[in-house]
């Protein structure tokens, strides 16, 4: 029995490490300067939408401090909608709002 619980945990923890992955490079494609990337927490909201804290350098060569990029999964991969200043907490709220307006206006997002 632990066996299969270690098992179902880790494969868990690979799907989690894919998503976070995937993100980053989504939210790296959006930046002036991705070399500058310093990312925090990656919260995937549900199977469509997640946020991820991310500091990066402006076109004015200084750090933004840390803000959220707000994703969307459309079509098997991260899009970034946006990157605000936003609390994590707040992000989270409106990316669960935003999947369900999304979920109801496109058939199979993902």
Known sequence: MFKIIATIFSLLLMACGGAESEAK????NSLKDPDSAKFGK??????ISACFTV???NSMGGYTGDQQAQLIKYQGKWVVINIDNLSQEMCVEVMEKASDEWLNR???PY
């Open 25 to 28: 490079k989504a939210v790296l």
């Open 42 to 47: 990656f919260i995937q909201v549900n199977e």
């Open 55 to 57: 500091n990066a350098r």
């Open 106 to 108: 496109v058939e199979k």
